[in-house]
């Protein structure tokens, strides 16, 4: 059994998982539009967006289409536990660029570094380094 998310754009899917791919090291696996598919988009407007695609980002699959209407995130978010307080930073300054900052990046009792964003996609991301646990503990 697997559990895979699947995150709905409003036309910016394809251009919302390059943006992943470039940033944050995923790898798109495929990508087809509406234009490919077997069964006709009867909206001539959504040939080139998005019916189905996947995307690997840290080892797990994030799958997503473009919908009419479709609405950001609200209430869940993708958290990306990253190696390194420079690597926190970087991503979190990509995906902040154009986006909504929920929780600026700082320190906390739990992570070296930790923010809650919207990018401008409207995916909702954690970006976290947790903290390092003593030895013993």
Known sequence: MTLTPY???????????????????????????????????????????????????????????????????RSAYLTLSVDSDGDAERIH?????????????QETFFASRFAQLRDRFGINWVIMHRRERPAGA
């Open 93 to 105: 300054a990509a995906l902040a660029d154009g986006g909504t900052v929920f929780m600026r990046m």
């Open 7 to 73: 995150v709905n754009f409003n036309g910016h899917c394809a251009e919302a998982f390059r943006f992943y791919e470039q940033h944050l090291g995923a790898t798109v696996g495929m990508m087809m539009t509406h234009g490919e598919s077997p069964q006709p988009n009867p909206n001539p407007a959504w040939r080139d967006k998005v019916l189905h695609a996947t995307l690997t980002i840290a080892g797990t699959e994030l799958s997503g289409a473009d919908i009419p209407n479709a609405e950001p995130m």
